[in-house]
T-cell receptor, first 114, second 117 residues
Framework: EAEVAQSPRYKITEKSQAVAFWCDPI?????LYWYRQILGQGPELLVQ????????DSQLPKDRFSAERLKGVDSTLKIQPAELGDSAMYLC????????????FGQGTRLTVV | AQKVTQAQTEISVVEKEDVTLDCVYE???????LFWYKQPPSGELVFLIR??????QNEISGRYSWNFQKSTSSFNFTITASQVVDSAVYFC??????????????FGTGTRLKVLA
């Protein structure tokens, strides 16, 4: 069964260090999402790609976060420098095409900043 | 504004009891979609159901059932004869059509369900 792959599953980093997460969506899925889920809260959208283009990054803290999807397939989310408040689950999701309402989520990367 | 409210933070039930998880939403759209996801301790979000705003029929899938009422902007989820494996955090979500023609999700804060043996 096709699934969204994310790595690493867990990451512990010291504050002020750089950290990166990787996501490989389901093959053929044009839309890719990065969500952040703080403990005890629901996921919130950080950035959304349609193919290789960013269509929504209004909630991405651009002073420290960056995201790319260079070839319109897999994607990397980077934080530099990491802060204690960045500790959260980072979830990647993908959907088939522009008007799709169903998204498929990966297992997430749980980040702890110490 | 697009908003989803799950007022129940945590619910504990004894196995075999029925339990209902509440979801209330606000939207500016006339066409929208509502979802329920299950998040087990492993962390992934497991899709349970999608409901179109034009379809108010209740739906049943095994022990799961959903009650969608546009008049009260609610989309409640009932588990019948709960089992320990149902223990998880459950999220209600609302679709939000963006200016680019794509959808994103607005999630509630989740309800943690604990089913005790």
């Amino acid at each position: 069964e096709a699934e969204v792959a994310q790595s690493p599953r867990y990451k512990i980093t010291e504050k002020s260090q750089a950290v990166a997460f990787w996501c490989d969506p389901i093959s053929g899925h044009a839309t890719l999402y990065w969500y952040r889920q703080i403990l005890g809260q629901g996921p919130e959208l950080l950035v959304q790609f349609q193919d290789e283009s960013v269509v929504d990054d209004s909630q991405l803290p651009k002073d420290r976060f960056s995201a790319e999807r260079l070839k319109g397939v897999d994607s990397t989310l980077k934080i530099q420098p990491a802060e204690l408040g960045d500790s959260a689950m980072y979830l990647c999701a993908s959907s088939f095409e522009k008007g799709s309402t169903e998204a498929f989520f990966g297992q997430g990367t749980r980040l702890t900043v110490v | 504004a697009q908003k989803v409210t799950q007022a129940q933070t945590e619910i504990s039930v004894v196995e075999k009891e029925d339990v209902t998880l509440d979801c209330v939403y606000e939207t500016r759209d006339t066409t929208y979609y509502l979802f329920w996801y299950k998040q087990p301790p492993s962390g992934e979000l497991v899709f349970l159901i999608r409901r179109n705003s034009f379809d108010e029929q209740n739906e049943i899938s095994g022990r799961y059932s959903w009650n969608f009422q546009k008049s009260t902007s609610s989309f409640n989820f009932t588990i019948t004869a709960s089992q320990v494996v149902d223990s998880a955090v459950y999220f209600c979500a609302l679709s939000d059509l963006t200016t680019s023609g794509t959808y994103k999700y607005i999630f509630g804060t989740g309800t943690r369900l604990k089913v005790l043996a």
